[in-house]
């Protein structure tokens, strides 16, 4: 597949000024205002040699520009610099919480991606009807539900009221031992492990705050689908395949067909949007993954970690819109003959 | 100046003596934006009249009644210093408004002139403008006003700024693509010939006819700015605890809610809810009216 491999070499290639200009920023972050970068980096508890250590890494007795290609040149090499506040590598820390956030939120969003479109599509296909109506009022309360009160209130309901929930605090009961580390991610360990009571735990925890994920994900969703299903309808192509007398499955598939690209790349975005969400979700559930990880830096102003954090959402996004593309390519030929 | 096509409002006889006519016309063709303009007046008149709504001091502590249950001297419980829940949540309107107000300007006065310029130029100035837009709206929002605010100093004013700047990138490209689809008209060719200076074509010329879309765009924002903001505030970022702000007080309330005092968190949730719902549904109906195609009737 000649023209895949163009297009994720296209994509790699236009990738680029953005990751710089992700890097711009992270280095502009700690030298806003009046900050003193080696302040903010090493942090309030470090020694005069710590201090001395970190000037020298970043040449920050050079001029900015020299400062700047040096710390571009240190992250790709993969040393995002020292937490002060656990005082090891910034890039270990992220990767070991990274799973548990790639749990949440690609679990929530597959829930609600599914259930999001399909409601979708269902709406604009009874438009104005009884599903219709439903459907956009709770699209529309799901929108109106900030992460922050949708978690708490979830644990109101299902672990106070009801008491059907685990505790909202981590990600596996205290009591249970975790299993053996494959993926990170706690569900996937113990099925691998065949740990039955680990995965039961595992998977109670799973389920609030993916519900969350979920209808933070499908409110939105649900409304575009919905508007860009409608579009598709009204086009003249639809028309005419209803006027010439195709079945109506197949004048679905084709609707479903047309809308798909726009759906994708609107979900695309909000997918990267759940990462940003997952910091406060993960703090209510005490989760530990690394969007929290990223929040409580930011809130204790570790900004080595702070750095490092921005630069691995990037990157996420940035890989989300590579396979997006590639998705796109399968659905739509046309796109692949655009692109070149 | 011509206007492109007129905007789909209700065919009713205008005039002074019509004018109630005209709302009733306008509030029946969208009943889901009505109820939603009604929403946001509701909580606006909280704002304006909190003071004299208010049953107490927002911030002042009874340390005798200290998470009182609902419906007791308090309507809805105090909280875990003591202070009233009901009170403190009419208070919470003002900083919804005095945070989602300025966001809002700040996003108008920074985005549309850049969305106006790029548009207008077109070439490098666009094809640059476009892809540093692009560039912020890949961020997840909240993590880059978080690391923003952070960095810069915690205040209330850097909270909005930051907010506002988010919503640069969202106001320039809608202006942007309603410029270009302008640009060809004859309007804007003959200003230019006419000798009007640049500034007077995008601000006298264009800026009336492609405002169109940021507008309906606006409560859309509203809703998305009093819902960061009190995301912030739940953190403790720029506004801090015994503050009246929702989002601040949901926070308050958050470790009750696993021991049963609901009221803390939920009561100013709710209201927080209300008004991002009723920011949407006018910011619907809002889009019904200005946009024919997404008329009920053309569907």
Known sequence: MTSTFFLVLRRAVLSLPILLGVLLFTFMLVRVGNNDPVGMLAGPTASAKEIDAIRAAYKLDQPVLVQFVEYVKLVFKGDLGMSWLSGKPVLGELLMRLPATLELVLLGSLVGGLVGVWAGMQSALNANRRFDHWSRFLSLLGFGMPTIFLGLALIFVFFFLLQWAPPPMGRIDLMINSPKLVTGSYLIDSLIAGDRAAALSAAGRLVLPCLVVAIVFAAPLIKQTRAIALDVMASDYVRYARAAGLPKPMVRRMIWRNASVPVLTYGATELTALFGAASVLELIFSWGGVSQFGLTAILKGDFAVVQGYVLLMSVIAIVIFAITDLLILKLEPRAAAGAR | ?299
């Open chain 2, 1 to 299: 100046m011509n206007s492109p096509s007129a905007p789909a409002l209700p065919d009713v006889p205008s005039g002074m003596g019509q004018l109630w006519r005209r709302i009733s016309a306008i509030a029946r063709s969208t009943p889901t934006g009505s109820i939603g303009l009604v929403i946001i007046a509701l909580f606006a008149l909280l704002a304006l009249f909190a003071p004299w709504l208010a049953p107490f001091d927002p911030v002042k502590p009874f340390p005798t009644s200290v998470l009182a249950r609902p419906g007791t001297q308090f309507l809805v419980g105090t909280d875990g210093n003591g202070m009233d829940v009901f009170s403190r949540t009419i208070y919470g309107a003002r900083y919804a408004f005095g945070i989602a107000v300025p966001v809002l300007l700040f996003g108008l006065v920074v985005g549309v002139p850049i969305g106006l310029y790029a548009g207008y130029r077109g070439g490098w100035v666009d094809e640059i403008t476009l892809r540093v837009m692009d560039a912020i709206r890949v961020f997840p929002s909240i993590i880059l006003a978080l690391a923003i605010v952070s960095a810069t100093g915690q205040s209330l004013a850097n909270v909005v700024l930051v907010i506002g700047m988010l919503d640069v990138p969202v106001f320039a490209r809608l202006v942007r693509a309603e410029v270009l689809a302008m640009r060809a008209g004859g309007f804007v060719e003959a200003a230019v010939n006419a000798g009007n200076p640049t500034w007077r074509i995008l601000f006298v010329h264009l800026l009336p006819n492609c405002i169109r879309g940021a507008m309906a765009q606006m409560p859309i924002r509203m809703a998305w700015a009093v819902r960061v903001s009190a995301t912030l505030a739940f953190i403790g970022v720029g506004i801090q605890a015994p503050t009246p702000e929702w989002g601040a007080m949901i926070r308050q309330g958050a470790d009750y809610m696993i021991s049963g005092e609901w009221w803390v968190s939920i009561v100013p949730g709710v209201a927080l809810v209300t008004l991002i719902i009723g920011f949407s549904m006018f910011g619907d109906g809002l889009e019904e009216l200005l946009d024919p195609r997404r008329q009920k009737g053309s569907r």
